[in-house]
Structures are given as C-alpha cells and as structure tokens.
C-alpha cells in the first residue's frame, strides 16, 4: 500500500514537471542567429562545360578563387576530392555530375586569379606616417571577418575554422613572419587553403589595422 501510495505521488509530481521539460531543453538548445560575413569572390568560375555545376555546388563551402589557388591536378584527383566533399562534408552534389565537375575543374588548371603588383604589396607594408593603422579598428575587422575561421584568440578553432582540411592557421605562431608575408596572404589569399583573397573587401588601410591586431595574438 505505501509502495502504491508513493508512487502516486510521484505520477502527480511528474505531471507538472513533464510540461516543463520540454520548454526547458528547447531554451537550451535555442541558439540566437549568427551572421557570417564572407569575402566577396574576386575570380569567378570561368565559363566552360561545367561551370554550372561549380557555382551550383562549390560555392556553398568556399570561394571559387579557392579552387584556382588549388596546385594542378589530374580528372582522377579531382574525382576523389569531389567524392570526399559529398561523402565527408555532406556535399549534395548528384553522383552523375561527378564526372563532369571533375573535368570540368581539370580545364581549369591553367587559369590562375589575377595577382597583385609588388608595388601594391610594398605600399600596404610601407604606410605613410599618417596611415600606421589602428589596432582597435583592427580588432572590428577581425571580429567581421576573420574569426569565424581563426578563433576568437586566433588559434585557428573558430566554429568554420576546426571544420577545414586544412584546418585555419593558429595566428598566435606568426612571431617569425615579416609584415610584407602576412600582408601578401591577406591580400592574395593562402594557395591550397580556405583562406582567400581580401584585396577585394578590405582596403589598404583596413588590412594593415587587422595585421596589428593579429600581431597582438603572438604578443600574449
């Protein structure tokens, strides 16, 4: 009898609390929206039998400036690649255009994104007195664009930045970069990484104030 009796009131304990679970694990797993800022992509896709599929299904993880920094490969790589972006990383690129993507990013080998001058890349690391650059404003530049990759404290574990093969550069080793290196790969992008082209989105004086708040990261 005291054995039902206790579990009568349990039942009528539970019932509130029944009620209340749900609204409790839905608070916890509501997350508030995040916006994600990318560059814009200074080299599209060129035209060719294929492009349709590359601007289709490429460009929902990267730029196409990405696939033009890419080393040359054979159709049978690029195949594989293709293959380990649809089964690793969700791609939901059609198993018959495979073959087509991959030929058509075959063609692509010999075209390569327009560089900057050297002049361009001497200016950006020799500002004038008056252009030195600000480390705050180079934290807001940081904050928009940068740390969805590297991490708030620049090591590379942003929430995009663990999930990349290879994954985002660690900032807090760049001790032994000069300027004018981490200048280049901001404004060109780093070849065989996510890491892209800025030079189209951010002026001169915006990627020197973010290249001293990167420098604060090696600092700590």
């Given at each position: ?41 200074p080299f599209s896709f060129q035209p060719g039998p294929g492009q ?36 690793a990383f969700g791609c939901p690129i059609p198993e018959e255009s ?86 280049k790969t901001i404004q060109e992008g780093r070849p065989g990484t ?27």
């Amino acid at each position: 009898m005291k054995c039902r009796t206790f579990s009568f009131i349990l039942l009528i304990i539970s019932i509130p609390l029944m009620r209340f679970v749900p609204e409790v694990l839905a608070s916890e797993i509501t997350t508030p929206n995040r916006s994600i800022t990318f560059p814009t992509d200074p080299f599209s896709f060129q035209p060719g039998p294929g492009q349709e599929i590359a601007n289709t299904y490429c460009v929902i993880c990267h730029s196409a400036d990405y696939i033009y920094t890419q080393p040359p490969h054979s159709q049978t790589t690029w195949t594989e690649i293709i293959k380990k972006m649809k089964l690793a990383f969700g791609c939901p690129i059609p198993e018959e255009s495979i073959i087509h993507l991959a030929q058509y990013l075959t063609h692509q080998n010999e075209i390569a994104p327009p560089a900057a001058s050297p002049l361009e890349i001497q200016k950006a690391s020799s500002p004038s007195r008056n252009e030195q650059g600000s480390r705050d404003k180079g934290k807001s530049v940081y904050t928009t664009h940068c740390l969805n990759c590297h991490g708030r404290m620049g090591k590379g574990d942003g929430p995009i930045g663990k999930m990349l093969i290879p994954p985002a550069a660690n900032l807090t080793v760049l001790g032994e970069k000069s300027n004018q290196e981490l200048l280049k790969t901001i404004q060109e992008g780093r070849p065989g990484t996510a890491m892209p082209s800025w030079k189209g989105d951010l002026s001169p004086q915006e990627i020197r104030n973010v290249l001293l708040y990167v420098r604060t990261f090696s600092q700590k």
